[in-house]
């Protein structure tokens, strides 16, 4: 794909901030501090790596007013330069356009509406009532169940399966190796063997919503699976059934969840943490990576429960007080209860 | 799918129960108590949620005799009322039976044997001399490697993918992105080089499993990797070469267990436990989420080793101590010889 | 898949080592002394297993000089026993060969450069540009993005996934359902909304590489993410987007990497372990199981941190104080400073 120039000028009056230096200067790639050629524009988001601007041959650069003038590379100012950053990198990256038509060797159930502007890739199965909205793309070998709706813009990637009546929507992006809709946990002991309770909710996934590579997302038991607005999942996430995840929560790799927890809004998970069932998530909660939420929390703020590595030696003559803590605990009482007894004494 | 009505009096003849109030009550859907209305049968399984019985517009409930007197709304009495339910449910909801036949899509090895009641979907591969028993469901875009063994009435959702020469048995359920037999993690260290110890064993699969979407079991080194009858995976579970695991063992999500380990039956793992390699666990051990094993458990019981989270600020003041847990037990123990020091002079 | 016999004799002049015993012995399969029979050869690692020599039926036994009189078998005296059974395993089971062709259901783009000894499986897809060496497999369903390299003799098991411009490199193996080049987690908070950052970095994994089923390495930010030569990665692993991981690395399976963290050569790290984004970890270092590393590593060794499991009653009542670490700790030094003021006073 052959990239487009822009000029600092007409990216300013796009998107706003205030040019300093040449603003006929050309971009039209973004890259790294330590990577930019010229032709490229990059960012300053943090005075952490301020020492590096010296060093870098980018063509221009985006940083907020504090920075303005620690360089002299055409640049444009702005309040949140990452944010800025963002759009112009997708300016300067377009999302492929959806091309259009069915191959020929996509199944296409009966009675599926899909938008004649819709592209159907190779190998792909669209079950029979389903209908996909304008401007979806539908990658190879994707399987679509049932009755399935999704919404304008969304593109799934090569592989994502999503099982019969589940609803996306709109600009949903969904990662190779999603499957959403599948069977929940749902089992029940009797006498001696596992009964399957049918899962007959549904996913329902709002808006803007982006899933990450080989996440799943169970559906419902009885009621529905939701994921709200702008919910961005990264990669090989676990969502069991009839979780509700708020708007605008953004989750990193591996966390699992269990099932019937609710999620807030805006709320930040740390890779590999998990979240027990059954369980409420206040609103603006920050979970750290890897720690166990094993109670709801009510309060907005950051949470951690995380071990600290040490040389395995060290961690070995450490961990091993970790069962005794009790009795160190006791140990402390009592020389606490010696102590008064001597004081007394004297 | 249209809903099929039954009589409450029909359904205890069928799975026992008594019936008070109107045996002649319709349902035709499972629900919640919350949810469900005219034509729905609910189930009250907890003391926990009887305060919800009141507001219910359930048209039936099904509930054990503590509660039996606790509603008048038409109810089916029982021991077990979540597995009665499931009953009902799988009643209501049956499995979609197979439709028998091949899509012209699919492409089937020589000398694959299929019964003739197998329904094969599109994109499907079948190795060959692979075999298929009456009434499984492969659909769209399975893999299914030479030499395969598949039982009667299984069910591999879309893009299941089975390594060659597994075996699985009757009634399976593989959800979609489920990979079974591929490569167990062998290598040994030689020169610098890591060299591939080839994978020779296989997955040998009982009756009645279940296997979530996205989980993995490795094919065996040597021997093979076995899961016993009614056996119930969860998604993204990994399970590496030549671990068994025993019958009726239920295993939640993102669950890792690492080579040659044993895991006996009735035991249950929660989401996000690891266990270790070479390891032997008893029946009717019960893990929790989040926990590492990383001995053997020689012991029915209940096991956990968890960090309970906190606020980051004051998880931080405590977890710095942790590394230095051994000198604190030392300072304890200096403490104990002054005081007795102090004792024996008074 | 027939065996073919090979004479010990014929082994030692392939690989080296001393044959005891009846040179002319033939086998023709490798197994467990446990399970071995006539016809199979199996190895002796690890004194551990002495005791399981005398019970073994094996018609031949590789192992080192220390064992080499523990056993009258026809036997293989070497060095490293592992290695040297990883080796003749490798020659008595021999990857399968590509069988050159393209199956006639596999989509081909415009001006993909395909060696003509490649074998491309029923429902592939191979994009606009992509281009694959000699002897590589393509097996069933996989999805080959546009501008996607691959070295010679690698194989891709059925239903792996390579995002566009990638580069994969000689003798790599891909498990069924991986997944490259798939979009990193990059987002920034805007006005309450996130906005997408395009990732316009490639995968680039150097030679002699293998990634287990359903592992997930996202494609750079800006730059690449690097995989280099020789590492060996287990299942599920999740490896985010401008990490760099050293030559001949071995990760065990369920691992998470976190964005722009490098990882040393030769490093070995324990399945579930999790690594935070933005770290340095050196060369020959070994990470636990379950482990968080949350700070650069500077320094070959072993590291752990991990919170050892016990009955769950015993880990509750222990577990209870690690909330109150601060104040017990506090305890101690008060009572070290009461004890020094009555010893004063003596």
Redesign the interface.
Known sequence: MEQVNYRLADIASRFGGRVLGDADTLVN????LE?AKKGHITFLASGKYRAQLAATHAGAIILGEADSAATQIPRIVCE?P??Y???V??L??PMQQAVPGI?P?A?IGEGAQLDHSVQV???V?IGAGASIGAGSVI???C?IGEGVRIGADARL???V?V?HDCVLGNRL?A???V?IG??G?G????E???????Q?GRVVIGD?V?I???T?I?RGA??DTVIGD?V?L???I?V?HNVHIGA?T?I???V?I?GSTTIGR?CRIG??A?I?GHLQIADHV?????????KSIREA????????????G?????????????E??G??RI??Q??EA??R??
């Not at 790639?29 to 790294?32: E, F, I, R």
């Not at 001696?192 to 049918?198: A, D, Q, T, V």
Request: proline content about 2%; charged content about 20%; overall charge neutral.
């Open positions: 790639q973004v890259a790294t990577s949140n990452y944010a950053f963002a759009r990198s997708a300067l990256n191959h060797s199944v890739a190779a190998h199965v990658m190879e070998g399987s990637y090569p592989r399966v099982y992006i990662h190779s190796g499957v599948a069977d946990f089992i029940a002991m009797d001696g063997r596992w009964l399957k309770i049918p007959i803007d982006e990450g590579a080989n799943t169970d009885l009621d702008g961005k990264d990669n090989q676990q069991a605008h953004a990193a790799g591996c699992g269990a805006y890779g590999s998990g027990l920050e979970i750290s990576s890897f720690t166990l939420i094993g703020g950051s949470y951690t429960g995380t071990f600290p590595f040490s040389k395995n060290e961690w070995r003559k450490n961990a091993s007080h970790l069962r005794h803590l009790d160190l605990a140990k402390i020389l606490q010696e102590i001597l004081r004494k004297d």
